[in-house]
T-cell receptor, first 114, second 112 residues
Framework: EAQVTQNPRYLITVTGKKLTVTCSQNMNHEYMSWYRQDPGLGLRQIYYSMNVEVTDKGDVPEGYKVSRKEKRNFPLILESPSPNQTSLYFC?????????????FGSGTRLTVV | QQQVKQSPQSLIVQKGGISIINCAYENTAFDYFPWYQQFPGKGPALLIAIRPDVSEKKEGRFTISFNKSAKQFSLHIMDSQPGDSATYFCAAFNFGNEKLTFGTGTRLTIIP
């Protein structure tokens, strides 16, 4: 089944403890993105990648890192999580080239930082 | 900076009726306008999308109407069913930075 898989689905952690949210897609998609979803703010882009070793910042990149060493994986790293990073996170991927292909989203990771 | 405004926030429609959700955008550099459907505990799922050089697109019971001059687009759900109850997000896509700018969502409830 074609899908974007995120792990873990739920995570509670403490301030300052480094964590990684994994994202993997099995559709050979070039483009991948991370979004966070917050009540009243909708979904906002954190980082995106156009291919292996090509990443760039979105609207809210502060406090996050990403890497794209393989085409299928796009992990989101929080080096020192803070309570304001408590949110619902989504990884997404799409095929190219050109803009007329929609993103497929994962099921989300609900992160709580205490 | 909210570049895509969506209304209403919530909508209740009777089964068999027409559900209409509206969006307006500010940035003229957008390349593509998708609508996403989200059920509780799930990620957004692409429902239907339209290019800015097209005024209307229909897929089954779902239709997007697009007015480029007014910078507005809307989703119409015909013959609404209880299974359509979900949160709907309009979005505008910029190819240059791979960014989907989302509206704030509409919670749709279809009552029997």
């Amino acid at each position: 089944e074609a899908q974007v898989t995120q792990n873990p689905r739920y995570l509670i952690t403490v301030t300052g403890k480094k964590l990684t949210v994994t994202c993997s897609q099995n559709m050979n998609h070039e483009y991948m993105s991370w979004y966070r979803q917050d009540p009243g703010l909708g979904l906002r882009q954190i980082y995106y990648s156009m291919n292996v070793e090509v990443t760039d910042k979105g609207d809210v990149p502060e406090g996050y890192k990403v890497s794209r060493k393989e085409k299928r994986n796009f992990p989101l790293i929080l080096e020192s999580p803070s309570p304001n990073q408590t949110s619902l996170y989504f990884c997404a991927s799409r095929i190219g080239p050109g803009p007329y292909y929609g993103y497929t989203f994962g099921s989300g990771t609900r992160l709580t930082v205490v | 900076q909210q570049q895509v405004k969506q209304s209403p926030q919530s909508l209740i429609v009777q089964k068999g009726g027409i559900s209409i959700i509206n969006c307006a955008y500010e940035n003229t550099a957008f390349d593509y306008f998708p609508w996403y459907q989200q059920f509780p505990g799930k990620g957004p799922a692409l429902l239907i999308a339209i290019r800015p050089d097209v005024s209307e697109k229909k897929e089954g019971r779902f239709t997007i109407s697009f007015n480029k001059s007014a910078k507005q687009f809307s989703l119409h759900i015909m013959d609404s069913q209880p299974g359509d109850s979900a949160t709907y997000f309009c979005a505008a896509f910029n190819f240059g930075n791979e960014k989907l700018t989302f509206g704030t969502g509409t919670r749709l409830t279809i009552i029997p």
